[in-house]
């Protein structure tokens, strides 16, 4: 009986997707690439779920990125219609709701890509991030270099891209690049933890919060009226949502608000 190489669970409003690859450093082949794709997919449209968590199986690595050894066997990595979705089926794969990353080990080349294509990134102690692709004479192009210096600072981004080098998940934490370093063992309990602290809010508020925070980043900083625009569209949305109503009732009522989701 064939493994799956991606695993996809919904425990209540949580959506959790595991690589399951840990004898190959969940290293992403064209099996994992369509299961994170289609898990995805799933956690979009499914209304019943609120934050997901990506994650790798095993104690040594998150993701290893591609799957160097398949593609040295002349094996393609890229599922049919996946360049659609970019590398691992998240890399240019938006979602307007919350994802957050488990790293539970070495995240290094793609899996840092994948890591920096999440909202949020729980670390163990053992993790580590890196772009490495210029010791191998190639190049971090699935969105790592798009990604990393709009969340480091642009000299210590330059800095990781140009030598290669790793981060510590301490010295990651300090520059902001993650949320939170916990302790190895309690990595996914701590990652639900993060994602119940999302799930308590109001899903239309805050899928509209993330929606605005990335297309505001697109703006060019001499057009910031087109920034306003993007802010007043989705406050007037937001506005108009039974759970904008619910939220002062049930504040006024001191209860805790039952959300529509609409």
């Known amino acids: ?17 595991t690589i399951n690859r840990p ?22 449209e499914d209304s019943n779920l609120w934050c997901a968590i990506i994650t ?6 998150f993701c290893a990125g591609a799957d160097l050894k398949a593609v040295a066997k002349g094996e393609s990595i890229f599922p049919e219609g996946g360049e659609k979705w970019g590398f691992a089926g998240i890399a240019q794969h938006y979602i307007n709701k919350p994802i957050i990353a488990a790293v539970n080990g070495f995240a290094l080349g793609g ?26 004479g190639i190049i971090a192009g699935a969105g790592g270099l798009l990604r990393l210096p709009r969340q480091l600072p642009l000299k210590v ?9 790793s981060m510590s998940p301490q010295e990651a934490s300090g520059w902001g690049l993650v949320n939170r370093v916990v302790p190895h063992a309690q990595l996914l309990e701590k990652a639900i933890e993060l994602a119940d602290e999302i799930i ?25 009226s087109k920034a306003w625009e993007i ?18 009732r049930a504040f006024a009522e001191k209860r805790k608000p039952e959300w529509a989701g609409r």
């Open 157 to 165: 981004a330059m800095e990781l891209i140009l030598t290669g080098k």
């Open 111 to 136: 899996g840092t890509e994948i890591a920096l294509a999440c909202d949020l990134i729980v670390a163990s102690e053992k993790a580590a991030f890196g772009l490495p692709e210029v010791k191998r």
């Open 1 to 17: 009986m064939t493994k799956e190489k991606v695993l996809y669970e919904k425990r209540g409003r949580i959506a959790i997707i």
């Open 231 to 248: 802010n007043q569209e989705y406050t007037s949305r937001v506005m108009e949502s039974q759970d904008s109503k619910e939220g002062p």
């Open 23 to 44: 004898e190959a450093m969940n290293a992403v082949d064209a099996e994992v690439w369509e299961g994170i794709r289609t898990a995805l997919e799933d956690y979009a």
């Open 200 to 224: 308590v809010n109001a899903p239309v508020a805050v899928s509209a919060s993330k929606d605005i925070v990335y297309r505001g980043l697109d703006v060019p900083l001499d057009h910031p």
């Open 56 to 61: 790798g199986a095993g104690d040594r690595a």
